[in-house]
């Protein structure tokens, strides 16, 4: 499989720690299923919900930056940290 679409979603802690636990196991099954490319859907579930899927958001880009890799869909091209 070449790509797919992470879905954040954490039932049993959906705050913005939980969403980032998902996020961290997704990659590893990803990684493990061969996935090369990926999209992260921070998931919102309801009117209070978008002040976390904003945090997410902003931590999940940081953690593209941080470790220098990653895809611009907008730029097509590989993120070097810019994005």
Do not use: F
């Not at 919102?44 to 919900?49: E, H, S």
């Amino acid at each position: 499989m070449e790509t797919a679409v992470l879905l954040t979603l954490n039932t049993r802690n959906p705050t913005l720690q939980g969403r980032l636990q998902a996020l961290d196991r997704l990659l590893d099954l990803a990684s493990e299923a061969g996935v090369e490319k990926t999209l992260v859907d921070t998931t919102v579930l309801d009117i209070p919900d978008p002040g976390v899927v904003g945090k997410a958001i902003y931590h999940v880009k940081g953690e593209v930056r941080a470790s220098g890799r990653g895809r611009c869909p907008q730029r097509g091209r590989e993120v070097e940290g810019d994005a």
